[in-house]
Nanobody, 127 residues
Framework: QVQLVESGGGLVQAGGSLRLSCAAS????????MGWFRQAPGKEREFVAA????????YYADSVKGRCTISRDDAKNTVYLQMNSLKPEETAVYYC????????????????????WGQGTQVTVSS
């Protein structure tokens, strides 16, 4: 039932910033856990950030803490990922994901815990 569409990716110089958006179709329960993951060619899909509800707890990969901010606007069914000081090694396809309801803390960083996925948006960070 849930469809997720990411946007905002593109080419950016190292040290630059991007804001990714994920628009969900239809009505999304405000309690859905929303997350961002990324995957580079030949690499494992890795957790970036997650948020439980608007203004609620947020979670970040250690590698992005202090540089990334996840937020959501439930009235618009949209979740955002603001990324600053981007590094070339962060070049990847970035995916938006949603879980029906809250995730256990032990699962929130695992892609297997999420029920719905977007198609991904390419982020390329040049040197």
């Amino acid at each position: 039932q849930v469809q997720l569409v990411e946007s905002g990716g593109g080419l950016v110089q190292a040290g630059g910033s991007l804001r990714l958006s994920c628009a969900a179709s239809g009505r999304i329960f405000s309690g859905y856990t929303m997350g961002w993951f990324r995957q580079a060619p030949g690499k494992e899909r890795e957790f970036v950030a997650a948020i439980s509800w608007s203004g609620g707890p947020t979670y970040y990969a250690d590698s992005v803490k202090g540089r990334c901010t996840i937020s959501r606007d439930d009235a618009k069914n949209t979740v955002y990922l603001q990324m600053n000081s981007l590094k070339p090694e962060e070049t990847a396809v970035y995916y938006c994901a949603a879980r029906e309801g809250l995730a256990y803390y032990r699962d929130i960083r695992r892609w297997e815990a999420y029920d719905y996925w977007g198609q991904g948006t390419q982020v390329t960070v040049s040197s």
